[in-house]
């Protein structure tokens, strides 16, 4: 007699969950305690409230800013206790700050040298970020240690050699001696590099290269879209950079010519500092950078928490 081939049951799907076959009235076997994927729990209303204290402590300054810029006159900041109520008159301090130096002059220049630096360094630093991530070319890795290297040099030791560079090749008092030495950053190019290996896959690129893609429609259609977020933060970061600069902009630009910060310098120069109308320019220099905030806080969001969490 052949002997009998029999498959054995399967397990019941139900008696395979922990507990799933316990009799009625029977307790489930508890998890042991580290064991199984941990949840946290809700925020409490210690963690709120030290949230709170912090948005408050981040927003006071711009907030007394805007308080003193909208009074009248210095006496806000001369009582024994400072009024924390805004004024009626900011629109007239910005009007006065106008009228005081030629601010629009200013802005149009900041505008000019921020977003062109900008645009450039998303475009520079993306390019030699895919070279370094994807490429294969002999002396990479020495090459993108000294990109990296020369940022422990203070800014301050290169400022009399680019003082002289910048003389030479006629660019002094210009916006070209802003905007030529600052195109592409070696932060830049180091945070778009990190941004394609850890994002693009080599198998995408490698795929690409296969269907007869070359370099260039390979960075764009493949790389490009992946670390578009990144490259959105790479571009605030520069352009707040650039917009805040006053070190090297009061050293290349005449005081008629200069950006937003020197003419704030101008507006606090002199004996008597009228604080009301230094701030005001304050507010008016502010906004245009809250106002790309605006544009590109999601993306920028995006962009930071694709560098803080994986998986």
Known sequence: MAPSLTTPASPDVRTALPGAGSPPGHPRPRRRRGSGPRHFDSAGPLAYALLA??????????????????????????GSTPSLVPGGHLVANIRRVFDTV??????????????????SNVLLSSLAGYAFAKLRFPGRDALLVVVVATVMVPTQLGIIPL??????????????????????SAVGVFWMRQA?????????????????????????????????????????????????????????????????????????AGYYTDYT????????????????????????????MDGA???
Do not use: C
Request: charged share 10%.
């Open 102 to 119: 030629d601010f629009w002059k200013a802005l149009g220049n900041s505008f000019t040298v921020a977003g062109t630096t900008a645009a």
């Open 53 to 78: 204290a912090v948005v408050l402590a981040s927003v006071f300054p711009l907030y007394w800013t805007f308080v003193v810029a909208s009074h009248g006159d210095n006496s806000v900041l001369g």
């Open 196 to 268: 394609m290996e850890e994002n693009i896959p080599d198998e995408l690129i490698e795929s690409a290269r296969v269907d007869g893609a070359g370099h260039l429609r390979t960075f764009l259609h493949v790389a490009w879209p992946g670390v578009r977020s990144t490259a959105a933060v790479l571009g605030m970061f520069t352009f707040m950079f650039a917009w805040n600069d006053y070190f090297w902009p009061l050293i290349a630009l005449p005081p008629e010519n200069g950006t937003v910060q020197i003419a704030l310098n101008q507006l606090a």
């Open 163 to 184: 003082y002289l560079l910048v003389t030479d090749m006629g660019l002094y008092g210009t916006l070209s001696s802003l905007i030529v030495p600052a195109l592409v």
């Open 277 to 304: 109308l230094m701030l005001a320019g304050v507010v008016v220099s502010v906004l245009p950078v809250l106002a790309l905030f605006a544009v590109l806080a999601r993306r920028i969001v995006s962009g930071v």
């Open 309 to 311: 969490v994986k998986g």
